[in-house]
């Protein structure tokens, strides 16, 4: 399968540790997005990478996370000294930057759990 | 900021009817896009289909379609010939491509049940 893949599918974790998500787009994507979706809600939009650039960033994502896409291929999410609230599913998606539309196609997600 | 409203949490549906999702949105755009994904339970966000705001004509995808309404700012999906399979959370996205931005903003959702 050449899908979007995320590792872990779930983590669960105790409130002020540091957790860390990967997300590996469909080869040839350039684009590669982080978006969280809580419980009963839609996904919200977190940051997006063209290449390694982090081109965009919400205002979602405080200091305690930061994310990398070094050299254009995979992107790491971390959070450093989790809280109760960052319990949620963690969905990343990649395009084809220049394709009509620039569809996203999603990977299944990472659950967080933050005990 | 533009915002994407879905009123309908559920919904449920024979299997072979008919069924129609709202969706509204609030933007001062012209140009933009209008997504419907179905996330199937415990499975990956998948696109339905998808609408470009300066097309008239509404989208057709096999089964699905949709009922674009520009100066109500509408945009509705129909489901025909309903199968079990249709059964998941359906969300309306919107994305607008001004000012380089690429992210889209969805709704909460509106979970179809799918009876046999």
């Known amino acids: 399968d050449t899908g979007v893949s995320q590792d872990p599918r779930h983590k669960i974790t105790k409130r002020g540790q540091n957790v860390t998500f990967r997300c590996d787009p469909i080869?040839?994507?350039?684009?590669l997005y982080w978006y969280r979706q809580t419980l009963g809600q839609g996904p919200e939009f977190l940051t997006y990478?063209?290449?390694?650039?982090?081109?965009?960033k919400s205002r979602l994502l405080s200091d305690r996370f930061s994310a990398e896409r070094p050299k254009g291929s995979f992107s790491t999410l971390e959070i450093q000294r989790t809280e109760q609230g960052d319990s949620a599913m963690y969905l990343c998606?990649?395009?084809?930057?220049?394709?009509?539309?620039?569809?996203?196609?999603f990977g299944p997600g990472t659950r967080l759990t933050v005990l | 900021a533009q915002t994407v409203t879905q009123s309908q949490p559920e919904m449920s549906v024979q299997e072979a009817e008919t069924v129609t999702l709202s969706c509204t949105y609030d933007?001062?755009?012209?140009?933009?896009?209008l997504f419907w994904y179905k996330q199937p339970p415990s499975r990956q966000m998948i696109l339905v289909i998808r609408?470009?705001?300066?097309?008239?004509q509404n989208a057709t995808e096999n089964r699905f379609s949709v009922n674009f309404q520009k100066a109500a700012k509408s945009f509705s999906l129909k489901i025909s010939d309903s199968q079990l399979g249709d059964a998941a959370m359906y969300f309306c996205?919107?994305?607008?491509?001004?000012?380089?931005?690429?992210?889209?903003?969805f709704g909460k959702g509106t979970k179809l049940t799918v009876n046999p």
């Open positions: 998606a990649s395009s084809l930057g220049w394709a009509y539309y620039n569809e996203q196609f």
């Open positions: 080869s040839e994507h350039n684009r």
């Open positions: 990478f063209q290449n390694e650039a982090q081109l965009e």
């Open positions: 933007t001062s755009e012209s140009d933009y896009y």
């Open positions: 609408q470009e705001a300066y097309k008239q």
């Open positions: 996205a919107y994305r607008s491509p001004q000012g380089g931005s690429e992210k889209l903003v």
